[in-house]
């Protein structure tokens, strides 16, 4: 029977279960809990939980032991609420939890996010005399490690050292994992340190993640200095590490050191692995250091590694992003002599690079001839085409693309309708902006902040002012938190209309809704008011922008000047701050 549920064929054992009874064998604890634990390990959870209801039908209490694999299983299977509630349930029928459960129990919070959930039932733990083992610690460990509670982590690691628990491996990773994460070389080397003093020999995934902190805040030659350590205690250095070492000469403008690396790799019979060398090349090309991530591509191609086509790709994204677009397309042009076969993501990537330097024709030619080669543009190689047609102008092909889009089946996201909705606004096409956005909400379509912005945004600047306070409307219901930049654009129309009151009550609103002013808001209407001479209101929100040590832009600089020159208002100039005053000097 257990073979059977092993083998995944659920129903037959269940009848082979069920033949048993009829014959009048009566299963007992150890067999209905032997059932549950192969169905809960194969995710079959409600087949299980059949099983523990028939089991209470024939008058057999559950125990520890099967409680323990629901609450594993749900945790598993990602339905930590269930798992809680199983948890629960065992203690109100009596049933002690052991270490196991609450383990299981407080994995299932973790994963979900809610540690200080985990950490009650920690406590609870101690409290009723359970001792945490050194598991138990690691999974609260891993549970603040991963929500960044490093203080949390730190704490709980000293207290489970001073109690005499001895930390192994795993919780050494979870730690080492938690401070490369972020950056925290200096850490992560004390906590090797402390391996050592535990007597635990750190492996090549602990010196990997180590040399990746240092590597990561430019500590090279300490980096260098661990991997010498690792080599030294014997453990045989991995492709990963390696190519984080490679990754630090590069930046540092080390080529030659770069270069030496990778030979050592293949004296060591260390072959250097396409996917963790590509993310080299990807972060150097984020760093615009495009001659390094050229020279290890190159290098990589000498020593017999073939570059595959994300390979290829992050290399031609990268000089389209440095707009450089004869190297990547003699980059692509030699790609296509490898007789891999191109995909979207490298057309996008070119398309993309064409229509940043504003080659819209090349950005075309590149559209159809991916077509003509019968791949399939998915939806970000259509938004990159459709802002690229819509900031040329051409409206009428971004919105037949657009069609095109819809009706081969790709469905679009709420970065495609931002972009078509953006892009009919600049080129003052409202009233088909509006249709679409009326027809995303009677689709009930889940908009963002960002859809808002541009469409109350787009018909303030087109003079639809009645059918933007419409939408203003719509979206203080609409759920999503308050934005600064909407209510940027409705209080500045508002003061031009000579509204201030109603100006005045938006931003009281937002401010009181936890939504805080930004430097560009405050600067925008300081110069709005300015403009008005209404100059009492515009030393309030001045005095605002002191408070919160934003900086003056330029338009306000102007019109204070513009103010303190004028010869009039002279009794409200005075009462600004003296640092104002220079603006009164010639």
Same mark, same amino acid.
């Given at each position: 029977?257990?073979?059977l549920?092993?083998?995944g064929?659920?129903?037959?054992?269940?009848?082979?279960f069920?033949?048993?009874? =009829?014959?009048?064998?009566?299963p007992?604890?150890?067999?209905?809990?032997?059932?549950?634990?192969?169905?809960?390990?194969?995710?079959?959870?409600d087949?299980a939980? $059949?099983?523990?209801?028939?089991?209470?039908?024939?008058?057999?209490? &559950?125990n520890?032991?099967?409680?323990?694999?629901?609450i594993?299983?749900y945790?598993?299977?990602?339905?930590?609420k269930?798992?809680v509630?199983?948890?629960? !349930?065992?203690?109100?029928?009596g049933?002690?939890?052991?270490?196991?459960?609450?383990?299981?129990?407080m994995?299932?919070?973790c994963?979900?996010?809610?540690?200080?959930?985990?950490?009650?039932?920690?406590?609870?733990?101690?409290?009723?005399?359970?001792?945490?083992?050194?598991?138990?610690?690691?999974?609260?460990?891993?549970?603040?490690?991963?929500?960044?509670s490093?203080a =949390?982590v730190?704490?709980?690691?000293?207290?489970?050292?001073?109690? $005499?628990i001895a930390?192994?491996?795993?919780?050494?990773s979870?730690?080492?994992? *938690?401070?490369?994460?972020?950056?925290?070389?200096k850490?992560?080397?004390l906590?090797?340190?402390?391996?050592?003093?535990?007597?635990?020999?750190?492996?090549?995934?602990?010196?990997?993640?180590?040399?990746?902190?240092?590597?990561?805040?430019?500590?090279?030659?300490?980096?260098i200095s661990?991997?010498?350590?690792?080599?030294?205690?014997?453990?045989? &250095?991995?492709?990963?590490?390696?190519?984080?070492?490679?990754?630090?000469?590069?930046r540092?403008? +080390?080529?030659?050191? *770069?270069?030496?690396l990778?030979?050592?790799?293949?004296?060591?019979?260390?072959?250097?692995?396409? %996917?963790?060398?590509?993310?080299?090349?990807?972060?150097?090309?984020?760093?615009?250091?495009l001659?390094?991530?050229?020279?290890l591509?190159?290098?990589?191609?000498?020593?017999?590694?073939k570059?595959?086509?994300?390979?290829? $790709?992050?290399?031609?994204?990268?000089?389209c992003?440095?707009?450089k677009?004869?190297?990547?397309?003699?980059?692509?042009?030699?790609?296509?002599?490898?007789?891999l076969?191109?995909?979207?993501?490298?057309?996008?990537?070119?398309?993309?690079?064409?229509?940043?330097?504003?080659?819209? =024709?090349?950005?075309?030619?590149?559209?159809?001839?991916?077509? +003509?080669?019968?791949?399939?543009?998915?939806?970000?190689?259509?938004?990159?085409?459709?802002?690229?047609?819509?900031?040329? $102008?051409?409206t009428?092909a971004?919105?037949?693309?657009?069609?095109?889009?819809?009706?081969?089946?790709?469905k679009?996201?709420?970065i495609?309708?931002?972009?078509?909705?953006?892009?009919l606004?600049k080129?003052?096409f409202?009233? !088909?902006?509006?249709?679409?956005?009326?027809?995303?909400?009677?689709?009930?379509?889940?908009? =963002?902040?960002?859809t808002?912005?541009?469409?109350?945004?787009?018909?303030?600047?087109s003079?639809?002012?009645?059918?933007? %306070?419409?939408?203003?409307?719509?979206? +203080?219901?609409?759920?999503?938190?308050?934005?600064?930049?909407?209510?940027?654009?409705?209080?500045?129309?508002?003061?031009?209309?000579?509204?201030?009151?109603?100006?005045?009550?938006l931003?009281?609103?937002?401010?009181?809704?936890?939504?805080?002013?930004?430097?560009?808001?405050?600067?925008d209407?300081?110069?709005?008011?300015?403009?008005?001479? !209404?100059?009492?209101?515009?030393?309030?929100?001045?005095?605002?922008?002191?408070?919160?040590?934003?900086?003056?832009?330029?338009?306000?600089?102007?019109?204070?000047?513009?103010?303190?020159?004028?010869?009039?208002h !002279?009794?409200?100039?005075?009462?600004?701050?003296k640092?104002?005053h220079?603006?009164?000097?010639d």
């Amino acid at each position: 029977m257990l073979g059977l549920v092993g083998d995944g064929a659920v129903e037959d054992a269940v009848k082979l279960f069920d033949e048993m009874r =009829d014959q009048g064998v009566r299963p007992d604890v150890v067999t209905y809990g032997s059932v549950i634990d192969k169905l809960c390990k194969i995710g079959a959870m409600d087949k299980a939980y $059949g099983v523990l209801r028939r089991m209470a039908y024939e008058g057999i209490a &559950p125990n520890c032991a099967v409680y323990n694999c629901f609450i594993n299983g749900y945790s598993t299977s990602g339905q930590w609420k269930k798992a809680v509630m199983m948890f629960e !349930e065992m203690r109100r029928k009596g049933i002690k939890p052991d270490v196991v459960t609450y383990s299981s129990v407080m994995g299932a919070l973790c994963k979900h996010g809610n540690c200080s959930d985990a950490r009650k039932v920690f406590d609870f733990m101690v409290n009723s005399g359970e001792t945490p083992n050194v598991a138990a610690y690691s999974i609260l460990l891993e549970g603040y490690a991963l929500h960044g509670s490093l203080a =949390d982590v730190k704490i709980l690691f000293e207290t489970m050292v001073g109690l $005499g628990i001895a930390p192994d491996s795993h919780t050494f990773s979870i730690l080492l994992h *938690a401070y490369a994460v972020h950056e925290m070389a200096k850490e992560a080397l004390l906590v090797l340190s402390d391996m050592r003093k535990q007597r635990v020999n750190p492996d090549a995934v602990h010196y990997k993640t180590v040399i990746h902190a240092l590597c990561c805040v430019g500590r090279i030659e300490d980096a260098i200095s661990q991997f010498k350590q690792m080599i030294h205690e014997g453990t045989r &250095p991995n492709s990963v590490s390696y190519a984080f070492l490679v990754q630090g000469f590069c930046r540092c403008g +080390s080529w030659e050191k *770069a270069q030496a690396l990778v030979f050592d790799m293949l004296r060591r019979n260390i072959r250097p692995e396409a %996917k963790e060398f590509t993310r080299v090349i990807q972060n150097l090309c984020r760093d615009g250091r495009l001659n390094e991530a050229q020279n290890l591509f190159d290098l990589l191609i000498n020593v017999d590694v073939k570059p595959d086509v994300v390979m290829y $790709g992050t290399l031609i994204d990268g000089y389209c992003l440095a707009l450089k677009l004869d190297e990547a397309k003699n980059l692509f042009n030699a790609f296509l002599t490898t007789g891999l076969k191109p995909n979207d993501i490298i057309y996008g990537a070119l398309i993309h690079g064409y229509c940043k330097c504003g080659k819209i =024709d090349d950005a075309l030619f590149m559209f159809k001839e991916m077509l +003509s080669k019968e791949i399939k543009p998915g939806n970000v190689c259509y938004n990159i085409i459709l802002g690229g047609l819509f900031k040329a $102008g051409r409206t009428t092909a971004a919105l037949e693309q657009y069609h095109k889009m819809i009706n081969s089946g790709v469905k679009a996201d709420i970065i495609t309708y931002n972009i078509v909705l953006r892009g009919l606004f600049k080129n003052n096409f409202a009233r !088909e902006a509006l249709a679409i956005f009326q027809s995303l909400l009677s689709m009930n379509f889940q908009l =963002d902040v960002r859809t808002y912005y541009v469409m109350i945004d787009g018909l303030l600047e087109s003079g639809k002012k009645e059918d933007a %306070k419409g939408i203003f409307s719509a979206f +203080s219901t609409s759920g999503l938190e308050p934005d600064a930049s909407i209510c940027r654009v409705m209080i500045a129309d508002l003061i031009k209309d000579g509204l201030l009151e109603e100006a005045d009550n938006l931003f009281v609103s937002m401010e009181n809704s936890g939504c805080a002013a930004d430097s560009r808001m405050l600067n925008d209407i300081v110069r709005l008011l300015l403009e008005k001479e !209404e100059v009492c209101k515009a030393r309030f929100y001045l005095s605002k922008i002191d408070e919160r040590n934003f900086s003056l832009n330029a338009s306000t600089i102007y019109a204070l000047m513009s103010l303190f020159s004028d010869g009039k208002h !002279e009794e409200q100039k005075k009462l600004f701050p003296k640092k104002y005053h220079c603006f009164n000097e010639d």
